[in-house]
């Protein structure tokens, strides 16, 4: 009997042992992989200390998307109707990416602009970006 | 009158539920209890079918002064859109739940078996709680039956267009199929050890609601997966999406569970932790349900934001957590030591379930960490697929490897190192000819590719392997090559694709490895609801004179204003060849996006396997209880 219970208390430390060292795993790898959520505002408060990925959303501001020459994929300017991020994206736009309307990507800071790596449109067409008032109703008041 | 009708004949559904509900707590004896707690889910069957069949009786009529009509409905969409239109928007994908909530307790309520038999008409009972709760949330927060009166709109706003696809028509009664059958295995599992019923007799007994619905599940997530490849225009076939991931969580509870049945009809051992597992795929379909509808993720579904709706399914989920927590404490309470030393395949399925488990909490987490974040730190985050393959790849090929050494295993045989050299040498001389085939094609292999294709090699020949030699049956053998086969051909799809974006001129000829790609013009084309830009690629495989003729699309959808971009597939065994069709970049020049993906049609042919073999398992099981 006394063997067998400490036989259990082994086992029981062994799981738990192997349960926080996954655990705190999981976390770290968890750490790495987040992309931080950020609005054109948010960005340019922080731009010093962004080596990794991020996600910013806004709005796409009018007439600023251009096709650049040679292959070079396109620019244009986010916005949060504070500040305006300008992003440049070398990439197929999703068919919901539209000039006024709301826009998510993920990409890193790379001189004074966003390099995008993607360019999301996982959303129908009355999305905006989380935390964002719709300038179409900002205009009717 | 229909909405009207279709509202009263709700309320009696909802009474008869009422009525199973309470019936087993009355001093009727249990003969007559069971009577009419069958009788009463006979009823509730017939009236919500009846009203759920007036609702779409509208929607094919255009009714556009009920408001689920005029939301997501419109005139001139096809004849089978504007049915599935039902399921298109929150209401209508509740009441479509519901529905099947009560199809299943028909079913439940029909079936006569001797074990189960006792705990039937309190199964019905939480059965009709369900209902009762998630049919009352569904006509306080969001009734499908309200009207626009008395000024309806024109037109209806139409479906959106992602959604007006075979997938929509399919896919989401697939899913709630497995979703709501985990919640029968979780009424029964409730009542008996309430009972104190969990034994062998009802693991076997249970085991056929349980294939059912891990089935069901697993064609529903494999039309999800099929349908965003087609339609997203993103070439993947998993994005772990919250709400992928929302039918991931219970479908690798599920997977456990069934693993842990039937342990647990062997031996009796264990009974605390696949209660446990019963229960998180009841909660965890809850909690799919909650996460899709409540629109508190951003994700490919993105629908509306309503934090009331997510406030009262957060509600019930809590309830159902607590409820489950005190059903472990008690079931430990219970929980006996076997004292016959244990078969060796039971060991290796049980540390399968485990596994299962570790991946689930994986995903639990990745998934819940951006509402984590937001609630205690305010920041708002999002977690990249990158987490997700870096800790689901090994755990899925250590699985494998695992699995493969179990389906070795007869049940009671202990020497096993000479069997073990024998299958090890068999498998490395299988893997050198699959490497060999691979290297004559000129294809390039990476040392991810070896260790996953080594596995998937490992697995489907101890499968087969332990079919031949009658240790297994048929179908267990093919839903664990099943298994092999995703693997294999979600690495090599990983490692072997290639992508590339060009803008291109009518006219122009670039090159992809193999292929010419051609753009040769570009026109405009109309059909019922939309507009479309359709470009006409020639692709030309300079090895083997192959010539295909791709013709993706960017649509307009009139009704909605909405764009799409329709992409152009060509299927083949082997390979896909992808082309979406982008933005136009100036007067005559257009973004093009071409990807070839070596195997991608097996991540989806695996799953079909694993589902035959459930099939196949699921049958053999009922006509040896008809025996």
């Known amino acids: ?141 | 009158m229909g909405p009207e009708i279709a509202f009263i004949l709700f309320i009696l559904s909802m009474l008869s539920a009422g009525g199973v509900m309470l019936v087993p707590y009355s001093r009727l004896n249990p003969e007559v209890i069971l009577t009419l707690s069958r009788r009463m889910a006979y009823l509730q069957m017939c009236c919500l079918t009846a009203s759920v069949l007036l609702l779409l009786w509208a929607f094919i009529e255009s009714d556009l002064t009920v408001q689920i009509v005029a939301r997501y409905s419109h005139a001139t969409m096809p004849f089978m859109y504007r049915v599935c239109a039902l399921w298109g928007g929150h209401e209508g994908a509740l009441l479509l739940w519901i529905w099947i909530l009560t199809a299943y307790a028909c079913v439940v309520a029909i079936g006569r078996h001797h074990v189960l038999d006792t705990l039937r008409s309190h199964a019905l009972s939480i059965l009709a709680l369900i209902y009762l709760a998630l049919g009352s949330f569904l006509v306080i927060t969001s009734s499908p039956f309200a009207r626009f009166l008395p000024a309806s709109p024109d037109s209806g706003q139409g479906l959106n267009p992602l959604l007006q696809d075979v997938g929509m028509v399919m896919h989401p009664p697939m899913l709630y199929v497995g979703y709501v059958g985990l919640s029968v295995v979780f009424a029964f599992t409730v009542i008996a050890v309430l009972r104190n019923q969990v034994n062998a007799q009802f693991a076997r007994a249970i085991q056929s609601y349980a294939w059912f619905a891990w089935g069901a599940l697993t064609v529903g997530i494999i039309l999800g997966s099929w349908w965003a490849y087609r339609e997203l225009g993103w070439g993947g076939w998993w994005f772990w999406d919250p709400v992928e991931n929302a039918s991931f969580m219970p479908w690798l509870a599920a997977l456990g569970l069934l693993h842990m049945l039937m342990v647990l009809e062997r031996t009796s051992l264990w009974i605390v932790w696949t209660v446990l597992l019963a229960a998180l795929g009841f909660v965890l379909s809850l909690m799919g349900t909650f996460l899709v509808r409540s629109g508190i993720l951003v994700s490919v579904h993105a629908f509306a934001e309503d934090p009331q709706r997510g406030l009262v399914l957060l509600l019930y989920f809590g309830a159902s957590m607590i409820a489950t927590c005190l059903l472990l404490m008690r079931c430990a309470s219970q929980s006996t030591e076997s004292k016959r030393p244990l078969a060796v395949r039971v060991r290796w399925m049980a540390a399968g379930s485990v596994l299962s488990m570790v991946s689930l909490l994986t995903v639990v987490i990745g998934t819940l960490y951006p509402l984590i974040a937001q609630a205690f730190f305010q920041e708002k985050v999002s977690v990249g697929a990158p987490y997700f393959n870096q800790i689901l790849t090994p755990i899925f090929l250590l699985s494998a490897v695992l699995s493969s050494c179990a389906v070795q295993v007869s049940a009671r045989q202990q020497k096993l190192t000479r069997q073990w050299l024998q299958s090890a040498f068999w498998i490395v001389m299988l893997e050198c000819v699959v490497l060999g085939l691979i290297f004559l094609n000129h294809q390039p292999i990476t040392l991810k590719w070896v260790l996953a294709s080594t596995v998937a090699v490992a697995l489907a020949y101890s499968s087969l392997m332990s079919v031949y030699q009658r240790r297994a049956s048929w179908g267990m053998g093919w839903a664990h090559v099943g298994f092999a086969v995703v693997i294999l051909a979600a690495v090599s799809v990983s490692e072997f694709e290639t992508l590339s974006q060009w803008s291109l001129q009518p006219g122009e000829v670039v090159k992809q490895g193999d292929w010419r790609i051609h753009f040769q013009s570009i026109s405009t084309q109309k059909a019922s609801n939309y507009r479309a830009r359709e470009a006409h690629i020639d692709l030309v495989n300079t090895q083997t004179g192959e010539r295909l003729m791709l013709k993706p699309q960017q649509r307009l959808y009139t009704d909605s204003g909405t764009a799409l971009a329709k992409v152009a597939i060509d299927v083949g065994v082997w390979r896909d060849i992808y082309v979406a069709l982008g933005q136009r970049l100036n007067q005559n020049q257009w973004a093009v996006r071409v990807m070839i993906k070596p195997g991608v049609r097996w991540v989806w042919y695996g799953g079909v396997l694993m589902v035959i073999g459930m099939w196949m398992v699921y049958l053999r099981r009922a006509q040896a209880r008809e025996v």
């Not at chain 1, 396109?74 to 999703?94: A, C, M, R, T």
């Open chain 1, 1 to 141: 009997m006394e063997s067998h219970r400490k036989r259990r208390v082994i086992t029981l430390i062994a799981v738990m042992l192997i349960c926080g060292l996954g655990g705190a795993m999981l976390l770290m790898a968890l750490r790495s992989h987040i992309e931080l959520y950020l609005t054109p505002t948010q960005l340019l408060a922080q731009q010093s200390h962004l080596n990794h990925t991020f996600r910013l959303g806004g709005f796409v501001v009018m007439d600023s998307v251009q096709v650049l020459p040679n292959q070079n994929g396109i620019v244009f300017q986010v916005s949060d109707l504070k500040h305006e991020v300008k992003v440049h994206y070398k990439g197929i736009l999703p068919a919901l990416f539209k000039p006024g309307k709301g826009v998510v990507l993920s990409g890193m800071w790379y001189h004074g602009q966003v390099e995008a790596s993607e360019v999301l449109a996982k959303h129908d067409e009355n999305y905006r970006p989380p935390g964002l008032i719709d300038p179409s109703k900002i205009k009717s008041r």
